[in-house]
């Protein structure tokens, strides 16, 4: 007798739905502000762009696109990143679990987004089709997911070329390892490959079981948004990226909640928490901000009056160097 059951119909529309949401809560932890978004393009691809840098741009580009049989594909994220002059897509797609015809999709992919880019260009002599660095990012451990996705690419007279797209198994890191390579974004997502632990763990359906999975949830969350506000204090990104990644947090939260029957009262406990830590980093922020303005007119008076540097930085307690920016803009 085999032991492979077919999912009812209510558990695949359910999946569905699930694979939709956590779609979209991904997604949102890639709109974030233009130095995050190239520090984790740096994470994922082992790149050295300088995320600070004015001479380092960086655009989302289309990922729909309709074939010649007039169905429409989507991709998940491609990315083209510009510094000293050169152009580099990169295209990243997000998957939950082993498919055996990702390597296709991807070239499928690849190949479309090729070719919308080829057909704004001017036209040459011989146009030259550009394929992305591609990767995948797995989240849940699987028996068939390799460390590189191949496929031989074969030409009439007997030539061949590798494709190649790289993979990130996500469960492989842990939140220390995804700080250090700066994947601060990807943070959230520890609450997600909580779920193969916790599918084990609920197996049984008892209270008991829920009991102690509704305790693993909180833990990790409170320790991810501990986390978070600390890399925030220690400005590792701008409020706005801390924001967009407390939100997900907070749909990752609900997702478990709603999976395993987690108390809601539970849940909103811990939201609670989460929004004080929040309010507290935003009314920090402000008063930072109001006596960094301060701090700057003070400067800026002293330098008018004709003040030495030295001197302008001791009393304004600014950097000598943000002194020296400062009378450069006053043009004094």
């Known amino acids: 007798m085999s032991d492979i059951t077919e999912k009812t119909e209510d558990e695949q529309e359910q999946e569905q739905r699930e694979r939709v949401r956590l779609d979209e809560i991904v997604k949102l932890l890639f709109n974030v502000s233009k130095p995050m978004l190239i520090a984790t393009v740096n994470g994922l691809f082992n790149t050295t762009y300088d995320p600070d840098s004015a001479d380092v741009e960086v655009i989302k580009t289309a990922t729909e696109y309709v074939k010649n049989d007039m169905k429409v594909i989507r991709s998940d994220l491609f990315l083209q990143i510009t510094a000293n002059g050169k152009s580099t897509d990169y295209h990243v797609e997000f998957q939950i679990s082993a498919d055996s015809r990702m390597v296709i999709r991807l070239f499928e992919y690849d190949i479309q987004h090729a070719m919308d880019k080829l057909r704004l260009t001017d036209t040459v002599e011989i146009p030259r089709l550009r394929l992305s660095q591609s990767l995948v990012i797995h989240f849940e451990k699987g028996g068939n997911i390799p460390d590189k996705y191949r496929m031989i690419i074969e030409y009439a007279d007997g030539t061949e070329h590798e494709y190649t797209a790289e993979v990130f198994k996500y469960w492989d890191y842990d939140s220390t390892m995804l700080i250090g390579k700066k994947l601060y974004n990807l943070l959230p997502l520890q609450l997600f490959i909580l779920r193969?632990?916790?599918?084990?763990?609920?197996?049984?359906?008892?209270?008991?079981?829920?009991?102690?999975?509704?305790?693993?949830?909180?833990?990790?969350?409170?320790?991810?948004?501990?986390?978070?506000?600390?890399?925030?204090d220690?400005?590792?990104?701008?409020?706005?990226?801390?924001?967009?990644?407390?939100?997900?947090?907070?749909?990752?939260?609900?997702?478990?909640?709603?999976?395993?029957g987690i108390a809601e009262e539970l849940s909103k406990g811990v939201e609670n928490m989460i929004k004080t830590l929040y309010d507290e980093r935003l009314v920090k922020r402000v008063k930072e901000e109001t006596k960094e303005e301060e701090r700057l007119e003070t400067a800026k008076t002293l330098l008018e009056m004709g003040d030495s540097v030295e001197k302008v930085a001791k009393v304004s307690k600014l950097s000598v160097d943000d002194i020296e920016k400062l009378k450069k803009n006053l043009k004094l």
């Open 196 to 232: 193969a632990e916790l599918d084990k763990l609920t197996k049984d359906k008892s209270a008991e079981s829920k009991q102690k999975a509704a305790t693993k949830v909180i833990s990790l969350t409170e320790n991810l948004a501990n986390t978070l506000m600390g890399l925030y």
């Open 234 to 260: 220690d400005k590792a990104f701008d409020v706005n990226d801390l924001d967009k990644i407390i939100s997900s947090l907070n749909e990752l939260l609900a997702h478990l909640r709603d999976r395993y």
